[in-house]
């Protein structure tokens, strides 16, 4: 098997566990994960995480260039974005989960760090995660914003849509969008119980064992 039949296969396996846990529905949320040639393999417009072809995923070369495969998906302009401006990114994940979209939703919210500090895990796979205004879906002005952040960020949050998260591979990026998205059902579920975030001085040690870029 080639290593590029094994991401391909990956894509799929990941995009099909995130559907059937409830993590995305329906057409929405699309993946993309960089090919060992130097491409990209993306999932296609209009598909379902809980029923992508390892086939007909959209194939990428190098240049940019859609050279197999079916249509891509519309939020093409995201993905690019950290492709471009985080040398690090192998992967990455955008979902309509429930309980982050809730979240963003309600009054309050700090902009330049959605996730509110509940545990140590979303800090360390996430740092912060940058909100985003409400973007009509597809629309390029989505992958301009997360440019404007110049590679600080490996995950926003798009205000009444959904997470982006970029990884170093499709495992990662994954793993990394679950804590946020279960750090939201946390932040949800005690909201008004006078619930204790980590302190500052918590935070901080967090940060710093684990070497998170912070800023």
């Keep these: 098997m080639s290593d590029e039949t094994r991401l391909r296969e990956d894509l799929c396996l990941l995009?099909?566990?995130l559907f059937d846990r409830g993590l995305t529905h329906g057409s929405t949320g699309n993946i993309s994960a960089r090919t060992p040639d130097g491409g990209l393999l993306v999932s296609p417009t209009g598909s379902s995480f809980g029923r992508l072809d390892p086939a007909r995923l959209s194939k990428f070369d190098d240049q940019g260039n859609h050279i197999a495969g079916d249509r891509p998906t519309k939020e093409m302009p995201l993905h690019?974005?950290?492709y471009d401006t985080r040398g690090t990114t192998g992967a990455v994940v955008h979902l309509h989960s429930t309980h982050s979209v809730a979240l963003s939703l309600l009054d309050g919210a700090d902009?330049?760090?959605?996730?509110p500090p509940l545990t140590p895990y979303a800090i360390m796979q996430l740092g912060k995660v940058k909100l985003l205004p409400v973007f009509l879906p597809g629309d390029p002005a989505m992958g301009d914003a997360v440019r404007g952040l110049a590679g600080k960020r490996s995950a926003v949050m798009l205000a009444h849509h959904g997470p982006v998260v970029a990884g170093k591979d499709p495992q990662a990026?994954?793993?990394?969008i679950e804590e946020l998205e279960e750090t939201a059902k946390l932040a949800l579920l005690t909201r008004g119980m006078n619930a204790r975030p980590l302190t500052d001085d918590q935070v901080q040690a967090v940060v710093t064992k684990f070497d998170v870029k912070w800023d």
């Design 15 to 17: 995009a099909k566990s």
């Design 173 to 176: 990026a994954c793993n990394a």
């Design 80 to 82: 690019t974005a950290f």
């Design 111 to 115: 902009e330049d760090n959605f996730l």
